[in-house]
Every structure is written in C-alpha cells, then in structure tokens.
C-alpha cells in the first residue's frame, strides 16, 4: 500500500518562502506523475503544480508560476514544492498526489490514484 507523507507547512508572512515535502514509501514513484493540489476552506480541490517522471516536464498553475517550483528526488522518493512569495491567497491544505505509470500531465484531481493527508499552509498578510 502506498503512503505519502508531506510536511513543511506553517505560519509565515505574506513575501516568505516554504518548501513542502513528500515522501512516498510502498511504491517507488519514479514512473509516476507526482502532482501538488491545494484546498482553500470551502473550495475544492485546486491543481498546483505537476512534474512528470524524473527530468521529464513540469507544469504549474497560472497563479503559481514563476514563484513555485516542483521537483523530485528519486534516490529519496520524495517530491518537493518550493513556495517563494507567498500571497494570503496561497493559504490552503496542500496535498501530494501520485498518478500511476503516467506519461500524460493532467491537471485533474480525479486522474490520480493516492494522496497524502495533506499539510496546512497559512499566509498571513
């Protein structure tokens, strides 16, 4: 059974940076898309960020880009989601996410097959 583990949330002020990590043990991921989502109180689940299998391409969400970065540790079999410039709006859960044997970005939360327990991020301004 495959667990993914984050950490790295917390409390920080509007401009600061946190990195989320996420381990993964049951599987090796390293054929896997890995994605990050987010969960604002009383919205759905949003995309953030995806990468595919190691040095294959990325994606990010059009309110992150050019201020977080994903990227992965196959020798770890942990992902990571540098968060630089944080905005008030960023506060949310932030949850891992694997898709199995994938090739093909998707954006959709639906698509991915495990997830973590997800870790609180909260920006304050």
């Known amino acids: 059974q495959v667990q993914l583990v984050e950490s790295g949330g917390g409390l920080v002020q509007a401009g600061d940076s946190l990195r989320l990590s996420c381990v993964a043990s049951?599987?090796?991921?390293?054929?896997?898309?890995m994605g990050w989502f987010r969960q604002a109180p009383g919205k759905g689940r949003e995309f953030v960020a995806v990468s595919l299998r190691s040095g294959g391409r990325t994606v990010y969400a059009d309110s992150v880009k050019g201020r977080f970065t994903i990227s992965r540790d196959s020798a770890k079999n942990a992902v990571y989601l540098q968060m630089n410039s944080l905005k008030p709006e960023d506060t949310a859960v932030y949850y891992c996410?694997?898709?199995?044997?994938?090739?093909?970005?998707?954006?959709?939360?639906?698509?991915?097959?495990?997830w973590g327990q997800g870790t609180q991020v909260t920006v304050s301004s």
């Open positions: 996410a694997g898709r199995i044997d994938s090739i093909v970005i998707s954006t959709s939360a639906t698509r991915y097959d495990y």
């Open positions: 049951g599987r090796t991921f390293s054929n896997d898309a």
